[in-house]
Structures are given as C-alpha cells and as structure tokens.
C-alpha cells in the first residue's frame, strides 16, 4: 500500500501474487476510486509498493520481489509517474529494473524509498531475527525514467528488445529495462519483516511484521541506514488482523496498515512519541 502524492486522502494497493499487473485506488474510508494497469508487466508475486515525491513529480514503485523459496534468480521493480487516482489508467512508459541481490537469492516484502537520502531500501523477510537491509540508488533510476520519458515511440521499443531480459522463472517485458545489483546498506534484527515506509520529512523508517510496527528514528537527518537499523525501535501495536502486509505514511504523518483477505480491513496506528518510551495503539477505521 501507498498513499497518494497526487491526491491526499487516497492510497493504492494491489493484490498478491495470482493476479495481473494491476493497482486499485482508494480513499480514506476505504471506497475505491481509480485502478492503474501496467500494459505489459510481470506480475510473478507483488509484495509491495511506495510512493514518493521529489521536485514538482510524484512517483509510484512497484516491486515484484516476493521469494518463498529464495529461487529467482532476479527480482523486478517497476517506476513510473503516479496517475491520477480517481481515475482508471492504463500506463505504457514506465521504467523496468531487473535486480539481484550480491549474496543471493532474497525473499522481499517491504520496500521503502527515501528521496533525501536518495535510496530505495529493501529488507529481507525471514523466521530468524536476523537479515541484510538493501538498497539500490534512486537518482540513476529517476535519470533513466527522464529519458525514456522524452523519447520517441521508436527508441522505447528498440529500449523494449535491446534490454528486457528473461531470468529464470521471471520475466519483464515492458517499455525499458535496466539491471541492477542491490547494496548491503545494514542488518536489521527483526523477524517476518512485511511491509515498510519512510517518513519523508524526518527520514524515520516504519517497518512491521505480523504482529507489530516499529519506528526507528533518522536522527540527524543524514545518518547512515546501518546506525539507524541499529537503534532500539519504538514499537506499536497493530490490529489483530488476518496478516498484515502492507503499511504506508500519509500526507499528515499518520500510519496506515491493511491485511490480505476479503474485505480488506483498513487501521490507522497510533505512533509512540519520540521522548516516549510507551507503545502506540490501534485505531480501526473501515472493514
């Protein structure tokens, strides 16, 4: 889940993995507004996805990084300009990027991007309480995403045969494509890690897990995402839902979750204060 650059007061999801390469808008009371299908996209397992803004343009990334087995042998994100969320869009330019991961195979269910400091962050899901926090650099990507904005149908297809790549049992086949390898940033003790996002302004990293969120504080603002993973983090309960794996900061700071399952419910969490030791609550808001 993601909020809304364009439009405060409204976020996009999308389905695991089983469906299409598809996103649904929504608004605050959880009634749908808009969809958005990436036109040949993969869409082998969807875990997560994030907005962010940076100048005058508002972006969407959405990550097809979920591994089980830890057997692809590459995962794929996919960048673009966010449309219009009270609207249906079918999006044909878009930047693909294939990733790997320097140690291996990765299972993957949280990414967040920080346009500050520059960086997409990925952190590994596992049982054991121990696992490598990514990143890849935001500006090359933005960089390629501006030139294949201003170029010519013909050059974004050659872009289309020239550079999309098959790997193993996953595949993109979008307008441009892109390779990548992801960087150690940091470790992170934290198990079933299942969503993420950062706070724009401060830098802090929300993560959670099936049974809770943490906050982990970007103070000073340049600190290092291996000094940050490292702090104690403020914990705050979440909703005792079906699986919770999706989590996102709106406009106003507040802290939004939805689990899988049909109906989708949809919480805000209530945030620990930064001099507090205490833990945050559960504020339901729509089933």
């Known amino acids: 889940m993601a909020a809304s650059q364009r439009q405060p007061g409204h976020f996009w999801s999308h389905n695991d993995s089983g469906d299409t390469a598809r996103l649904f808008a929504f608004d605050s009371r959880g ?10 996209a993969s869409s082998l397992d969807w875990e997560d996805m994030a907005s962010f803004e940076l100048g005058d343009r508002k972006y969407l990334l959405v990550a097809d990084c979920g591994d089980n087995d830890c057997k692809r042998d590459a995962c794929f994100f996919y960048l673009f300009d966010e449309p219009d969320p009270t609207r249906a869009t079918k999006i044909k330019s878009y930047l693909t990027v ?24 990925m952190i590994a899901k596992s049982a054991i309480p121990y696992v490598n926090v990514y990143s890849v650099e935001l500006p090359d990507l933005l960089g390629r995403l501006e030139s294949l904005r201003s170029a010519p149908p013909a050059s974004i297809a050659a872009a289309a045969s020239g550079d999309s790549a098959t790997s193993g049992d996953s595949a993109a086949s979008g ?14 003790a934290l198990p079933m890690v299942s ?8 830098g802090d990293l929300w993560i959670a897990n099936y049974f809770q969120a943490f906050c982990f504080r970007c103070s000073p603002r340049d600190m290092s995402v291996a000094e940050q993973t490292k702090q104690v983090a403020e914990a705050s309960d979440l909703p005792r839902l079906r699986q919770i794996e ?3 900061m709106d406009e106003n700071g507040e802290i939004w979750v939805t689990s899988e399952g049909t109906p989708t419910p949809l919480s805000r969490v209530a945030k620990p204060l930064p001099s507090s030791p205490g833990r945050g609550g559960v504020q339901p808001v729509v089933d």
Do not use: F, H, M, N
Request: glycine content about 6%; charged content about 25%; hydrophobic content about 45%.
């Open 246 to 248: 999706a989590l996102c």
């Open 98 to 121: 294939q990733l790997t991961y320097p140690d291996g195979a990765r299972d993957c269910e949280a990414i967040a991007v920080d346009p500050t400091r520059g960086k997409i962050l």
């Open 31 to 40: 009634k749908a507004t808009g969809s958005c299908e990436l036109i040949a």
């Open 175 to 188: 307008p441009a494509a892109i390779r990548v390898v992801a960087k150690v940033e940091g470790v992170l």
């Open 195 to 202: 969503a993420a996002d950062i706070d724009p302004r401060t």
